[in-house]
């Protein structure tokens, strides 16, 4: 699994940083910062809730990756 981040777009709600923050973190100005781009299965179920939980939709995932 690869995931992906629109940066520009985040909003800065934090929940991906909250669910998954071996994966997620926030910058000084609350923005997504990608931790891990490829975590390992032990994170997919958090990675999931954290882009079902994005408000703004900036994080995506391929699986093929």
Not at 30 to 36: E, F, G, M, N, T
Not at 53 to 65: K, L, R, S
């Amino acid at each position: 699994m690869m995931i992906n981040v629109d940066r520009d777009a985040c909003c800065g709600s934090g929940q991906c940083a909250l669910v998954a923050p071996a994966v997620f973190g926030q910058d000084e100005n609350d923005l997504v910062v990608l931790l891990d781009a490829r975590p390992g299965p032990e994170h997919d179920r958090a990675v999931q809730e954290a882009v079902s939980m994005c408000p703004t939709g900036v994080i995506w995932v391929d699986q093929n990756a």
